[in-house]
């Protein structure tokens, strides 16, 4: 009859497609399921690699400390390049590098189990509330809670943390050290390199 609109599939059709331009632009369902689908990728993503490296780096620590016992007495070592570089077997009752190996035993216990702990916590927290998303921060963490849990192992298995990597020129050596060390020492390093970049980003933008 006139006067009554008939719709055709060119009309749907097009009815449609701003519909669904209008949810892709204006915050409906269809684009908030895609971001939500794209942060839980990109959260399994961080999660992965984190785990992946903590637990690398933990097993590689472990690995070499039991070889070095199984290899080594206590004050035992071979130069692996003369006057620079040598493996030996030490151990470390104080935190990296010798920090507090002067200290009273009960009071070195205490505190390192409560900094390791509080430590861990504090990271693993951080990474569960956080958006991070740069493979760098998170390979950061992972690197500075392997660490902390390596050096943890031993001091509850043996009450000290066992050290085998010795650096030194002529008759100076730097405090011995291992691979848990390290992978706290580059892990601050890397995560002291994003903070400054953020930092400096920040200001350009201001």
């Not at 992972?142 to 001091?155: F, P, Q, S, T, Y």
């Not at 011995?176 to 994003?194: E, K, R």
């Amino acid at each position: 009859t006139a006067g009554r609109s008939v719709k055709t599939p060119h009309t749907r059709r097009s009815a449609r497609d701003a519909r669904e331009t209008c949810n892709g632009f204006c915050g409906g369902r269809p684009a908030a399921g895609g971001v939500h689908k794209s942060m839980r990728r990109i959260l399994r993503k961080k999660n992965i690699l984190f785990l992946a490296i903590t637990v690398l780096v933990v097993l590689l620590d472990q690995a070499t400390k039991a070889w070095i016992l199984a290899t080594l007495r206590p004050h035992e070592g071979f130069p692996l390049i003369d006057g620079f570089f040598s493996i030996v077997h030490e151990r470390n009752p104080g935190a990296a590098f010798g920090f507090l190996a002067g200290a009273p035993p009960l009071f070195r216990s205490i505190f390192f189990l409560a900094v390791t702990v509080a430590a861990i916590v504090l990271i693993l927290h951080y990474l569960r509330v956080s958006r991070i998303e740069e493979p760098s921060l998170v390979s950061a963490l992972a690197l500075i809670l392997a660490g902390a849990v390596g050096n943890l192992i031993d001091r509850i298995r043996f009450g000290e943390v066992v050290d085998f990597l010795d650096v030194y020129i002529g008759s100076y050596h730097w405090p011995a050290f291992n691979v848990a060390d390290s992978a706290i020492t580059i892990g601050a390093g890397v995560l002291m390199a994003v903070l400054l970049r953020r930092r400096k980003e920040r200001t350009e933008v201001n």
